[in-house]
């Protein structure tokens, strides 16, 4: 079955980074376009960044020049760098994969707290 975990998060000053990880499995990953969602108490999750099955990346403008995803194939890890992060990242963060057919599948999410 599809399972996708993620791992990465932690407590981080304002300015710093954090890289985090999502291992999947139970699908071709290579063939898939990967995404991470973030969600905040009480708010619904929004999608921070995606990066197609060929590589290619979209952001949502509040990460724009400072979140970075990647992904290697070879693992079947998709990456989100975080870089330069403020207060208002603070979040869980989720992997999440749709697959036509097959279905939408989360991750369990991180939590990433950074402290102003």
């Known amino acids: 079955q599809v399972q996708l975990v993620e791992s990465g998060g932690g407590l981080v000053q304002a300015g710093g980074s954090l890289r985090l990880s999502c291992a999947a499995s139970?699908?071709?990953?290579?063939?898939?376009?990967m995404n991470w969602y973030r969600q905040v108490p009480g708010k619904q999750r929004d999608l921070v960044a995606s990066i197609s099955s060929g590589g290619s990346p979209n952001y949502a403008n509040s990460v724009k020049g400072r979140f970075t995803i990647s992904r290697d194939n070879a693992k079947n890890t998709v990456y989100l760098q975080m870089n330069s992060l403020k207060a208002e990242d603070t979040a869980v963060y989720y992997c999440n994969v749709r697959r036509s057919p097959g279905g939408e599948y989360w991750g369990q999410g991180t939590q990433v707290t950074v402290s102003s």
């Open positions: 139970g699908f071709i990953f290579s063939s898939n376009a």
